[in-house]
């Protein structure tokens, strides 16, 4: 059964071209060698504030910044710890030298089974 991340951050709308190639360098390691089967990033277009709760509050978002919900697809939860793991380990994700486009530390984020996909 696939196995699901799902994220979500707030980019500052100046970067969206900054996190679209940031989006494709990270989805190019993950498909090729990390065994993710697809990524899908989506800028946000209607995503309205909450009273209670909402994206732009879970992370944070300030009135410059676009949601970003982003999901990536792995064949199992075994190959998606394995492939989190190599991401973690990668030099090539070190933000020091592959910054990220958003403030990661407001970045929401979990591991999903897929219940129903149809």
């Not at 199992?76 to 710890?81: F, G, H, L, N, Y």
């Not at 990668?90 to 219940?115: C, H, N, Q, S, W």
Request: charged residues 25%; negative net charge; contains cysteine.
């Amino acid at each position: 059964m696939s196995y699901i991340d799902g994220f979500v951050v707030a980019v500052p709308t100046a970067n969206k071209e900054e996190y679209k190639a940031y989006a494709k360098y990270c989805i190019n390691i993950f498909k090729q060698e990390y065994g993710a089967i697809s990524c899908t990033e989506c800028w946000g277009s209607d995503v309205p504030d909450g009273e209670v709760t909402s994206f732009p509050m879970a992370v944070q978002a300030k009135a410059d910044e676009t949601i970003v919900f982003s999901w990536i697809t792995w064949p199992s939860k075994e190959i998606r710890d394995q492939g989190m793991q190599k991401c973690m380990d990668d030099p090539r994700f070190d933000p020091a030298t592959a910054p990220m486009p958003f403030d990661g530390k407001r970045m929401i984020y979990g591991g999903f089974e897929v219940l129903v996909n149809e």
